[in-house]
């Protein structure tokens, strides 16, 4: 992807979109069983993967990376694809968002809150939209 590559210094599980994991030290393992986003991804092609163990990920984005630190209680709306990495220790859900407007013009708008304490790893640009924003302008195949 065109964008940042962030080492994140993983102390404790963290959960990594799989787009973004680009390897980690051997120290740190990945648990590709973990099942914890599907339950309520609704179709979403949200894959997450989980951290075992201590060590360095890296993790790339498109665009920059940004992170905060959630304090307990203190809550964050993302967009389901502008999610890097989180720790394990924030809670999450993944709601929709918007009403009947947002779904017929924007199309389903799948948000994940994510509530504190934990550190948070978010792009800033948005692939998919970028595409969106694209297909007006690319040549129709004459078929």
């Known amino acids: 992807m065109l964008g940042d590559i962030e080492v994140i210094n993983v102390n404790e599980e963290f959960i990594v979109q799989s787009g973004a994991y680009v390897a980690s030290t051997d120290d740190l393992t990945l648990d590709t069983q973990w099942q914890g986003f599907t339950k309520g991804i609704f179709g979403s092609n949200l894959f997450m993967l989980k951290t075992l163990g201590k060590g360095d990920m890296f993790v790339n984005a498109w665009g920059s990376i940004l992170s905060m630190n959630l304090k307990s209680g203190e809550k ?18 993944v709601t929709k968002h918007g009403g009947l407007k947002t779904s017929i013009f924007g199309g389903e708008a799948l948000v994940i809150e994510i509530i504190g304490p934990g550190t948070v790893y978010y792009q800033t640009k948005n692939f998919t939209e970028f595409v969106r924003t694209l297909i007006p302008f690319l040549p129709k195949r004459n078929n």
């Not at 964050?76 to 859900?93: E, F, H, K, P, T």
Request: net charge negative.
């Open 76 to 93: 964050m709306i993302l967009d389901n694809y502008q999610l890097v990495a989180m720790s394990a220790s924030a809670d999450y859900r």
